[in-house]
């Protein structure tokens, strides 16, 4: 990514760039229709399951089609940010280490390593500030979770 | 009414009630001002918390955020400029300046009575409205509730700030969205992946990826701290009688604007604030003071967007359809709780409606206590980095998707919206119709299918029966002055670029 002041103007001579949105829907109420195509429609008067997925599906084409013309009728330039793909990935992380943890291993374990792996999310932590932050949070999670609010879940391993 | 409005004050007044009440809207005020956490966020992570509460608590507290938050955004938007919730940029405009020249206190103060005022007129506007509503929602078929939805559904497309076909798109992928699972009438399972899906897509997931994971991502790297450089003083911060009486007319035309757009569909808070901004500055004899701490534009917009925030709940508890993203969730909490909104729930549920409109009383008179007195522990959260905040709320995100159905895939589907979210975010579509067509989608399509089958498939009941008549006149309307505005600005731009081409060319 060749970011320059952290902006960059999405500039009209990629123009697949800019019908992309719109491919997308498209693509998307595609996969609707194909999903739903077994759904029995029935009649406009006994409508079955398939009926509105398949209305739905062909309004979000017609969306689509409707934003892919607007997106390359459309000269002025929008800025995107750069991707945040530090934050993204450690955040997925995050989620993925809880959703790994919490059954086998329980709340505590989780929480701990869900709060340390987001907390590298941003460049400005050290091991040390990661370690106590985490432990803080845990135990606030702990007492808010399990002695506030009671939820039903295991703390430590099953 | 009076009695009505009494049987909810004995029910808020209970003390478990009030605690919920309390901490509702102490949340909220707390949310407004912590930076990167808006009512959206705040609701959707205490919507399994309220899964352990009976449904009135639910409602009150998670109203209490969304009405509280009104009155946290504003503080950031004095002393910071930056506006905290999306319903105070406008406060930014008059309420920094007058912070700067010095009279930051009585500019949180002048706000914070305003807002009350202006809330306590939505509440009012309320309990008028609410009886009146409910009983002619109990005229509404299936043909009304259909335009009513659809209504909803374009209005909240067209009204938005970006691009309508983008936002209108948004809406149509909510809906489909909400097809996940089984068909309400066959209870045919449609778009059932895995075993986990076939209770349908739940509302926490979606609501915690698209608001407020993807706004983790989105803000996460973000090391700045935010520090106020206004010097606050208590230095005659309360207002003379003359200013006090000056203001008396904009609040009230503020409110006034903001209990209209409140309860429509599809407009809101921040609407509400706009448009009574421009109008104090229309109708002011003295528009060239706006900008510049001028009272009026600073009280009239905070009337506004409160007494929003409180007529915003007319649709949603008398007709049970939502007009916005937050109203979805309380919606959402209401279902989740074994609870069918609609005209009905003031008759069955008579505490839990009333109980939440008197809610809406006590929580502004606990906003208005805390408000002033506590500024120094708003001011302090306020200069919160937002990388100590982001974990925990990671955290929150997962611990509350999970124990709400003890479900691992509805964490992992809450990340991967949290992902879509971002993505989206990045091509200028908004995540908030999606809401609003997952929670309007189901409610559409069974409507219209029951109006189908009792009237044979015939369109022309839509406008052969007269409140649906309305309602489509309504949408015709507000569809043709879209095009028509949209039309002239496009007229406009296009006159711009070829007298700009022209002196180009000399």
Redesign the interface.
């Known amino acids: 990514m060749e970011t320059l002041e952290g902006e960059k103007p999405e500039t009209g001579r990629k123009t697949w760039r800019q019908a ?2 719109g491919a ?2 498209i693509a ?1 109420s595609v996969a ?1 229709l194909v ?2 195509w077994n ?1 029995s429609t029935g ?7 398939g ?3 398949h209305v ?2 062909y ?2 084409i017609l ?2 089609l ?2 892919i013309v ?1 997106d390359l009728r459309d000269t002025s330039p ?1 800025y ?2 750069p ?2 793909w ?3 990935i ?3 992380a ?3 280490v ?2 790994a943890l ?2 086998p291993a329980g ?1 505590v374990p ?2 701990f390593c ?2 340390a792996a ?2 590298l ?5 050290s091991l040390l500030s990661i370690v106590i ?2 432990a803080a ?1 845990t135990l ?2 702990y007492l808010l ?1 399990i002695v506030a ?1 009671g ?3 295991t703390v430590f391993g099953r | 009414m009076i009695d009505q409005f009494l049987l909810g004050l004995s029910v808020v007044l209970q003390p478990e009630v009030l605690m919920y009440a309390f901490f509702g809207v102490f949340l909220g005020q707390v949310i407004g001002v912590l930076p990167g956490v808006g009512a959206i966020t705040a609701i959707s992570l205490l919507l399994p ?1 309220t899964f ?1 509460l009976d449904p009135t608590s639910s409602v009150i507290l998670l109203a209490g955020i969304y009405y509280g938050s009104q009155y946290g955004g504003a503080i950031a938007s004095i002393l910071l400029n930056l506006p905290g919730t999306p319903s105070s940029v406008v406060t930014c405009l008059e309420g920094y300046p007058l912070a700067r020249s010095g009279r930051a206190g009585f500019a949180l103060l002048i706000t914070a009575l305003s807002s009350f005022v202006g809330s306590m007129i939505g509440v009012v506007v309320v309990v008028l409205a609410a009886i009146p509503m409910a009983a002619f929602a109990l005229k509404f078929g299936a043909p009304e509730y259909t335009m009513l939805v659809a209504l909803g559904l374009v209005a909240a497309s067209l009204i938005s700030s970006g ?1 309508q ?2 936002a ?2 948004m809406a ?2 909510g ?2 969205l909400g ?1 996940v699972g089984s ?1 309400a ?2 209870g ?1 399972y ?2 059932v992946a895995t075993d986990a899906l076939a209770d349908g897509i739940s509302l926490v997931s979606l609501a915690m990826g698209l608001f407020g ?1 993807s706004e ?8 700045e701290a935010r520090k106020s450089k206004i010097q606050l003083s208590f230095k005659d911060i309360f207002p003379s009688k003359a200013e006090l009486r000056s203001l008396v007319a904009p609040v009230g035309r503020g409110a006034t604007i903001g209990s209209f757009f409140g309860a429509l569909p599809g407009t809101g808070a921040a609407i509400a604030s706009f448009m009574s901004y421009a109008f104090e500055r229309r109708v002011s004899r003295t528009p060239e003071k706006f900008g510049k701490g001028h009272l009026p534009g600073l009280c009239a917009p905070e009337a506004s967007n409160n007494a929003a925030a409180q007529t915003s709940f007319i649709p949603t508890l008398t007709l049970g359809v939502p007009g916005d993203a937050v109203m979805a969730l309380i919606i959402g909490a209401l279902i989740l709780n074994g609870i069918i909104p609609g005209p009905r729930l003031i008759v069955d549920e008579p505490e839990l409606f009333w109980g939440v409109i008197a809610s809406f009383f006590v929580g502004n008179i606990i906003l208005l206590i805390i408000n002033i007195p506590l500024i120094g522990i708003w001011v302090r959260l306020l200069s919160i980095p937002y ?2 905040l ?3 709320i ?2 929150l ?3 509350g998707v ?2 709400h159905r003890s479900s ?1 895939t509805d ?2 589907l ?2 991967v919206f ?2 879509i979210g ?1 993505i989206m975010k ?4 908004e995540p908030a119709p999606v809401l609003l067509g997952f929670v309007l989608g189901p409610m559409l ?1 069974e409507n ?2 029951r109006t ?2 009792l009237y ?2 015939d369109f022309s009941v839509f406008v052969s029966r007269p409140i649906s008549a309305v309602l489509v006149g309504c949408g015709a309307l507000l569809l043709g002055f879209t095009l028509l505005s949209a039309f002239i600005s496009h007229r406009r731009a296009l006159k711009a670029k070829h007298q700009q081409g022209g002196s180009y060319s000399v």
């Open positions: 992309i949105s997308v829907l998307f609707i999903t739903s759904y009649s406009l008067q006994q409508m079955g399951p009926y509105m997925p739905i599906a309004a979000l969306m689509g409707g934003i607007a929008h995107a940010e991707m945040h530090r934050a993204l450690f955040v997925s995050a989620v993925l809880f959703v919490i059954e709340l989780a929480m869900a709060v987001s907390k999310a941003n460049k400005r932590s932050y985490s949070v606030a999670g979770f609010l939820l039903p879940l | 918390v352990y691009s076909l983008r209108f798109s149509l992928v809906i489909a097809m068909d009438s066959t045919q449609r778009f994971l983790i991502i989105r803000n996460a790297a973000n090391s990388y100590r982001y974990p925990a990671v955290l995100i997962c611990v999970y124990s691992v964490v992992v809450t990340l949290g992902l971002y990045r091509y200028r579509f399509e219209f299918r189908m089958l044979g498939g």
